[in-house]
């Protein structure tokens, strides 16, 4: 009976060891969602980062982070599933919420404005549809809960062990062999804090590269409808000129009856089918570039519409000091890179670290 109690006991401590260290494990708990810095698509991104230059707390408390992360100054805030994550962990202190929480996925391939649907073509539709259905997007947004997930991960403290042994039970009508063992590890030199720190900037790098590439699709839509634009026009144009053609033709029949010479008529003709050779490049043109700008947006079956818009706007006056500025200060390619430099440096001070060895404790009892 008492051997029995023991084992009980022993189930219990390895049980709530396990949910306590996962529920002691430090989450941003108090990140606003709606102010992500990915937030670059629609051509506002904030920009800002840490250099190695701006960075000089690093030396001073590479012992431990205890009130602030390296994403938090970079602006971070967790996207999709990683907040659901943070949060019911947050709330509850049971790490058996993870098998709970749904992922968020970027909206797939059939997520159609409904400006679209309505056969309202304008830019703006194209460039939500493109936002929700691009597939490098979706890509690179999987890289971000990914590069979340692996912050997550390597900051957790390793499960407590606990094993049963049991040998030559019955034999010779004796008890037989049996034990039990328990075991902790412990990790040491801070080295999960430091492992949190490299992993907070790689998800800095992804979630920058991710803008990088949403104010590329937005760039690429807003050439390819303003192309497509110009192409509707050149065919309606062209439509007219083969109506003028023809209206020729039908008045140069009624001239040579009276007495007109007939190569007036031919000339006539000759417009004609030029006029019709110019209509049907025309259209090629423009389901050529109706077919470019359906790719961009990620929907390549896209039935062709007439969109809408205007030739006539002025284009925005860019000096050339204040664009170079405006670059350095918010391109999140610059961004991107700054965060690599900083994995880096946390990745160093990681690798540093190793060298303190990580002890277990184990308990037996025979």
């Known amino acids: ?61 590479s012992a431990g982070l205890t009130d602030i992360t390296p994403r938090e100054w970079c602006g971070w805030k967790p996207t999709g599933s990683i907040r659901k994550v943070a949060d019911a962990v947050a709330t509850n202190g049971d790490a058996n919420d993870l098998r709970t929480v749904a992922h968020q996925q970027t909206p797939g391939a059939d997520a159609v404005p409904a400006a679209l649907d309505a056969g309202l073509a304008t830019l703006d539709s194209f460039e939500q549809l493109a936002l929700s259905s ?23 403290k390793p499960n407590p062990v606990a094993s049963i042994s049991v040998q030559e039970i019955g034999n010779d009508r004796s008890a037989g062999q049996y034990g039990a063992l328990v075991g902790q590890k412990f990790v040491t030199a801070n080295k999960l804090e430091l492992n949190r720190n490299s992993a907070a900037w790689q998800v800095q790098r992804a979630e920058q590269e991710l803008a990088a590439q949403r104010l590329r699709v937005l760039t690429d839509v807003r050439r390819g409808f303003y192309s497509l634009l110009v192409a509707q026009e050149r065919l309606k144009v062209a439509g007219e000129l083969q109506g003028i053609a023809r209206k020729s033709v039908e008045k140069a029949q009624e001239l040579i009856k009276f007495q007109e010479p007939a190569t007036v008529l031919t000339q006539a003709e000759i417009e004609a089918e030029l006029a019709a050779v110019l209509v049907d490049n025309s259209q090629i043109q423009r389901d050529a570039q109706w077919r470019r700008l359906a790719a961009v947006t990620g929907q390549p079956d896209l039935q062709t519409q007439t969109v809408e818009g205007k030739l006539t706007a002025d284009a925005p006056k860019v000096v050339w000091e204040q664009t170079l500025d405006r670059v350095r200060r918010e391109s999140p390619e610059v961004a991107a890179a700054a965060a690599e430099v900083e994995q880096s440096r946390w990745a160093l001070q990681r690798a540093s670290a190793q060298s303190v060895a990580t002890f277990c404790v184990m308990s037996q009892k025979a």
């Open 1 to 61: 009976m008492k051997h029995a109690v023991w084992y009980i006991t022993l189930a219990v401590f390895a049980v709530s060891g396990c949910a306590q260290n996962r529920a002691q494990t430090r989450l941003p708990s108090t990140i606003d969602a709606d102010e992500s810095a990915v937030a670059a698509a629609d051509g506002q991104a904030d920009g800002h980062f840490v250099t190695a230059a701006d960075s000089d707390v690093h030396a001073d408390e």
């Open 134 to 156: 691009n597939p490098t997007l979706i890509e690179l947004q999987a890289n971000v809960d990914a590069a979340n997930g692996r912050w997550l991960q390597v900051g957790l």
